[in-house]
């Protein structure tokens, strides 16, 4: 017991959660956007069973990991196509891959439904999920986005209850913070538009890493998988420039009101 208490193991827990904080950004997101297109009344209901169910469904991932980590990153068929394509595939980079399509398909389509509305109000009525479809999205994604975090802890320590302490941890906290989020986005709903595009290059992000780990080569050119300072470089970025782009407009429109009131005045 004591030994399972170790000054290492609480150090490493630490770190884990840290961890899962930070990969789990992106899941947040997600979660806190899926959640918003069930009817106003089941959103927490949707995201607190989600993230209930992707917990569970992380651990019992966590046991199937550890018994064969060394089969994900063997590879299990090759495609050669010489000059234009080539690629060797481990169950790694195929999550990766399919998952990374998964999160731009859906992030372009939600983008579009932004885009397609005439009225930003009736978004929501118009494409309202039902509640099943929402939380098995949830679930689903929620294993996309923590395959990587979990080999990330993996790679850290092979001792199952750190490993399922973070875990439960860190689902804990994103349950939490999942209504914070939703909230916020609700009632600034420019940022969910901003949440979309983060989301997008998510995918991106990705379909690079599982590239890289398929070693995949179009037109003998290598994939490199997209590094995570970029990534969160772009992220910053998008919300400087989206916060800087609103504050100008809000100027512009207090300047075009008050002419607007010379003008009237005269």
């Not at 990969?23 to 997101?29: C, Q, R």
């Not at 309202?128 to 994604?141: D, N």
């Not at 420019?190 to 992000?205: A, D, H, P, T």
């Amino acid at each position: 017991m004591e030994s399972l208490l170790s000054l290492e193991n609480l150090f490493t827990l630490m770190m884990l959660i840290l961890l899962q904080a930070v990969l789990g950004f992106d899941n947040l997101l997600y979660i806190s956007i899926e959640s918003s297109r069930v009817r106003p009344e089941r959103q927490k209901f949707v995201r607190w069973l989600g993230i209930s169910l992707a917990i569970v469904l992380r651990l019992v991932l966590m046991v199937v990991v550890l018994g064969l980590i060394s089969a994900l990153t063997q590879p299990l068929f090759g495609f050669h196509i010489d000059g234009v394509f080539e690629a060797s595939f481990t169950f790694h980079s195929i999550v990766s891959i399919f998952g990374g399509g998964f999160i731009m398909y859906t992030a372009t389509k939600e983008i579009m439904h932004l885009l397609a509305v005439e009225h930003v109000e009736n978004l929501d009525k118009k494409h309202q999920k039902s509640v099943p479809v929402a939380i098995a999205t949830i679930v689903f994604m929620n294993l996309i986005f923590s395959f990587d975090s979990l080999l990330s802890a993996i790679a850290l320590t092979h001792v199952v209850w750190v490993i399922a302490a973070a875990i439960i941890i860190s689902g804990i906290m994103m349950i939490v913070l999942a209504d914070q989020v939703s909230v916020f986005l609700k009632k600034n709903r420019m940022f969910e538009v901003i949440g979309l595009f983060i989301l997008f290059i998510v995918g991106v992000l990705l379909i690079t890493e599982g590239g890289h780990l398929a070693h995949m080569e179009l037109f003998n050119f290598k994939v490199e998988a997209m590094s995570k300072a970029s990534f969160y470089f772009v992220i910053f970025v998008m919300v400087i420039v989206s916060l800087v782009q609103t504050r100008y407009r809000n100027k512009l429109e207090a300047l075009q009101a008050k002419e607007r009131g010379q003008h009237e005045a005269t």
